[in-house]
């Protein structure tokens, strides 16, 4: 890596920079779009400018720790993860602005400098973090203890290099050749375009979102952090404060149904960047939830007890069920992408004919050897960790991998056609295939799926940096290494953050951690090992009904393709039946303020909603993690050294 070159840095009007995006792709025969992409876009920019940097990379994992973190805080709070690219590239020119300013750095960055830490910082915060809010979470609820504290580092970084691994052979097929959009990727690529062009007055959104940090920061510290400093501060707290309101106001009939009022402003972001569709479907299936479905079961007798741990025992049999036969019908209406995905296979492997072009791109592009020892070692090392976890026989661990290749290649070309990644639904297809490959064995249910799962998110998050990349003109295999590198960041920063945050099992499904994700995961491998008999009736009827409406409201939007934007949303729908009521208002509340913002000052709030939204779930994440850590900190030390 090149630590001292800075050519290309701060480039003038009319250069390298200025050149437009090129985001509707080439026409031609797959050696002419090559080539097109080869000529207008890399030359000048990829085989010249400085891009893999030590400088670059340092800065992507040290970010990326710090993103992992938020990540793995909202994920165990509310069981949503949000894509950090676009915060990873904001932040990362954001920082090193500052650090040009007082003196840390002496040259700015380049586009492809600061892409390549975006890349890795993205790697960290996004690609290990999701299987401790689902599977592993899920695993400390059902056993009451954790997964050994080497293997389930060990297991984390391999199904991430497992997922970055399995994107080489996709990548040159689905962006090169097909031209998928990859819609984060190029947002994130207009980002940091934008930022980089000079009188652009673009470092406002940089300046945004690290104000908005500092601001939720702050916030937090006023909501739980005060009794830290003094006991006699505590009464003062937000919390406190909004204890007494409800306490005054609602009594506790309600609020031991979780319908209170609170102020995080970390939700009420996270609703801005979901949407007013989804947000006002979170608020719907909070009301029917916490407001009727529970008092209802309260009055007959059937539940006693008031509390969430308690009452989203009963709650979430529903909401999962609405979520997991939702997400697999909406893949399964996705048919084409699938078939298209397969058909890629023959493409992928296939060797391109012999040309000065093709050669060119292929001294560029991520060797297919890397690909073929990555799974390779990849292979033997989940085979060898499922033994030694699980105790799991070495054909079901291939079995597992082989799946997780397919199951991933869809993942991808969905990603690219829609943004989202199906990586909960393909990995539920896991754990219904391991439902039967080996009945009651819950916990080889969890970890098979959550290679599929795991992997899938890896993968896709690899080939939206890559698109990123390829709009900038960034060279492939550099920008493959700085996202290996990530890896490494992200899996010691979310795998000890998870001990610190989950000391054990009590944490998870309470106000604290309600842990939806892994709630969800542990309900659908309790009922695939005990099978629906074995439920309370309401339990199997919640199930039962939960799963027809997330049917109905998956195909409602096919019927009537008009009044998309009015259909409630069933994931939205049944996500508030995993988390106290008070979440889904707070959603609901960002994601109606970004709509009317959004009417009213358009321009305004496409600036601006991303990066301000952005910037307080990372400040006030990491202020919450922060604050666990302070008044935590000798039990943690004394269980990690006692372990």
């Known amino acids: 890596m090149n630590d001292t070159a800075d050519s290309g840095a701060g480039q003038p009007a009319g250069g390298p920079t200025a050149r437009p995006l090129r985001v509707d792709g080439f026409a031609g025969t797959p050696a002419e779009i090559e080539r097109q992409w080869y000529?207008?876009?890399?030359?000048?920019?990829?085989?010249?400018?400085?891009?893999?940097?030590?400088?670059?990379?340092?800065?992507?994992?040290?970010?990326?720790?710090?993103?992992?973190?938020?990540?793995?805080?909202?994920?165990?709070?509310?069981?949503?993860?949000?894509?950090?690219?676009i915060t990873a590239a904001l932040l990362s020119y954001a920082s090193w602005s500052l650090f040009r300013r007082i003196g840390l750095a002496r040259t700015p960055m380049t586009i492809l400098e600061t892409n390549c830490m975006q890349?890795?910082?993205?790697?960290?915060?996004?690609?290990?973090?999701?299987?401790?809010?689902?599977?592993?979470?899920?695993?400390?609820?059902?056993?009451?203890?954790?997964?050994?504290?080497?293997?389930?580092?060990?297991?984390?970084?391999?199904?991430?290099?497992?997922?970055?691994t399995m994107a080489i052979p996709m990548k040159r097929q689905m962006i090169n050749i097909d031209q998928l959009r990859f819609p984060s990727g190029i947002a994130a690529a207009a980002t940091l375009h934008t930022i980089h062009m000079e009188g652009a007055g673009s470092t406002r959104p940089g300046r945004t979102l690290l104000v908005a940090g500092?601001?939720?920061?702050?916030?937090?510290?006023?909501?739980?952090?005060?009794?830290?400093?003094?006991?006699?501060?505590?009464?003062?707290?937000?919390?406190?404060?909004?204890?007494?309101?409800?306490?005054?106001?609602?009594?506790?009939?309600?609020?031991?149904?979780?319908?209170l009022f609170l102020w995080d402003p970390i939700f009420i972001a996270a609703g801005a960047l979901m949407g007013l569709r989804v947000s006002a479907s979170v608020l719907a299936g909070g009301v029917l939830c916490w407001m009727v479905f529970v008092p209802l079961l309260q009055g007959n007798g059937t539940i006693s007890g008031t509390g969430f741990g308690e009452l989203v025992q009963w709650t979430l049999w529903g909401g999962v069920s609405c979520m997991v036969c939702s997400s697999?019908?909406?893949?399964?209406?996705?048919?084409?992408?699938?078939?298209?995905?397969f058909g890629t296979l023959g493409r992928m492997f296939r060797r391109r004919p012999a040309s000065g072009a093709a050669d060119a791109v292929a001294a560029v592009e991520t060797p297919l050897s890397w690909f073929v020892v990555g799974q390779a070692l990849a292979l033997v090392a989940i085979c060898w960790l499922a033994k030694a976890m699980l105790g799991m026989p070495i054909w079901q661990s291939v079995l597992a991998v082989a799946l997780t290749f397919l199951m991933g290649l869809v993942a991808c070309r969905v990603t690219g056609?829609?943004?989202?990644?199906?990586?909960?639904?393909?990995?539920?297809?896991?754990?219904?295939?391991?439902?039967?490959?080996?009945?009651?064995?819950?916990?080889?249910?969890?970890?098979?799926?959550?290679?599929?799962?795991?992997?899938?998110?890896?993968?896709?998050?690899?080939?939206?940096?890559?698109?990123?990349?390829?709009?900038?003109?960034?060279?492939?295999?550099?920008?493959?290494?700085?996202?290996?590198?990530?890896?490494?960041?992200?899996?010691?920063?979310t795998v000890l953050a998870f001990r610190v945050l989950v000391p054990d099992a009590s944490v998870l499904g309470t106000d604290r951690f309600p842990a939806p994700?892994?709630?969800?995961?542990?309900?659908?491998?309790?009922?695939?090992?005990?099978?629906?008999?074995?439920?309370?009736?309401?339990?199997?009827?919640?199930?039962?009904?939960?799963?027809?409406?997330?049917?109905?409201?998956?195909?409602?939007?096919?019927?009537?393709?008009?009044?998309?934007?009015?259909?409630?949303?069933?994931?939205?729908?049944?996500?508030?039946?995993?988390?106290?009521?008070?979440?889904?208002?707070?959603?609901?509340?960002?994601?109606?303020?970004?709509?009317?913002?959004?009417?009213?000052?358009?321009?305004?709030?496409?600036?601006?909603?991303?990066?301000?939204?952005?910037?307080?779930?990372?400040?006030?994440?990491?202020?919450?993690?922060?604050?666990?850590?302070?008044?935590?900190?000798?039990?943690?030390?004394?269980?990690?050294?006692?372990?």
Not at 328 to 341: D, E, K
Not at 540 to 569: D, K, M, N, Q, Y
Request: aromatic fraction near 10%.
């Open 328 to 341: 697999l019908l909406a893949v399964l209406l996705q048919w084409r992408s699938i078939v298209a995905a």
């Open 39 to 85: 000529e207008t876009v890399y030359r000048g920019r990829g085989d010249s400018m400085p891009q893999l940097t030590v400088r670059a990379v340092v800065m992507g994992l040290v970010l990326g720790g710090f993103l992992s973190l938020t990540n793995l805080y909202i994920g165990l709070k509310a069981g949503w993860s949000f894509g950090v690219a």
């Open 214 to 259: 500092l601001a939720a920061a702050i916030n937090q510290f006023w909501m739980d952090g005060l009794h830290l400093v003094s006991g006699k501060l505590a009464p003062f707290g937000l919390s406190a404060l909004f204890g007494r309101l409800n306490a005054a106001t609602l009594g506790p009939a309600w609020t031991g149904r979780t319908v």
């Open 119 to 164: 890349s890795t910082a993205s790697a960290a915060g996004y690609s290990t973090g999701n299987a401790l809010i689902s599977a592993f979470a899920a695993y400390v609820m059902i056993n009451g203890h954790h997964v050994p504290l080497g293997l389930t580092l060990g297991w984390i970084f391999i199904i991430a290099a497992l997922g970055v």
């Open 417 to 493: 056609e829609t943004d989202t990644t199906p990586a909960g639904p393909l990995g539920k297809i896991t754990q219904l295939v391991f439902g039967v490959v080996s009945p009651g064995n819950m916990n080889v249910n969890l970890m098979s799926a959550s290679i599929t799962a795991n992997a899938a998110m890896a993968s896709a998050d690899l080939l939206t940096d890559l698109k990123c990349g390829y709009l900038l003109g960034a060279n492939p295999r550099k920008q493959f290494l700085a996202q290996f590198a990530g890896i490494f960041m992200g899996t010691v920063a």
């Open 517 to 643: 994700a892994g709630q969800s995961w542990r309900a659908v491998a309790l009922a695939l090992g005990a099978g629906l008999d074995a439920l309370e009736p309401v339990k199997a009827w919640s199930i039962l009904v939960g799963g027809a409406v997330g049917v109905v409201l998956t195909l409602l939007p096919h019927w009537f393709p008009r009044e998309r934007r009015w259909l409630p949303s069933a994931a939205g729908l049944g996500l508030a039946w995993t988390f106290p009521w008070y979440l889904s208002l707070l959603f609901f509340s960002g994601g109606l303020a970004g709509h009317l913002l959004a009417r009213r000052r358009p321009s305004f709030a496409d600036e601006f909603t991303w990066p301000a939204a952005s910037g307080v779930i990372a400040g006030g994440s990491l202020m919450g993690v922060f604050l666990v850590l302070w008044e935590n900190g000798p039990d943690i030390v004394r269980r990690f050294f006692g372990n």
